[in-house]
Nanobody, 125 residues
Framework: QVQLVESGGGLVQPGGSLNLSCAAS????????VAWFRQAPGKEREGISC????????KYAASAEGRFTEFSDNAENTFYLQMDNLKPEVTAVYYC??????????????????WGQGIQVTVSS
């Protein structure tokens, strides 16, 4: 069982940046597909980005292209979501997720077995 713990959320002004972290209990994180999702109040969960096993493939939602970057540090068993030029509409609870599935990664949350507890990100002046 992989345990995931998010950190780095909080309140930021429009145009600001945040770097979310997801620390995994699994020492072989590079063999997991890892991803980020978010859920705003009253809305469905939305996939943001993912990186495939062995880090060969990365995918972003259209809403994240150019402003969000996902990357991983396998030595630290941690992966990150760097978010720049933030806008109020991205306010949500952000979740990291992982799965052993091979092949290209997906933004379909139903296919991920391991989830963090979620962390609040609020963009407001």
């Amino acid at each position: 069982q992989v345990q995931l713990v998010e950190s780095g959320g909080g309140l930021v002004q429009p145009g600001g940046s945040l770097n979310l972290s997801c620390a995994a209990s699994q020492s072989t994180l590079e063999y997991f597909t890892v991803a980020w999702f978010r859920q705003a109040p009253g809305k469905e969960r939305e996939g943001i980005s993912c990186i495939s096993r062995v880090r060969r493939f990365t995918k972003y939602a259209a809403s994240a292209e150019g402003r969000f970057t996902e990357f991983s540090d396998n030595a630290e068993n941690t992966f990150y979501l760097q978010m720049d030029n933030l806008k109020p509409e991205v306010t949500a609870v952000y979740y990291c997720a992982a799965d052993r599935r091979a092949g290209k990664c997906t933004l379909n949350g139903a296919l991920y077995d391991h989830w963090g507890q979620g962390i609040q990100v609020t963009v407001s002046s």
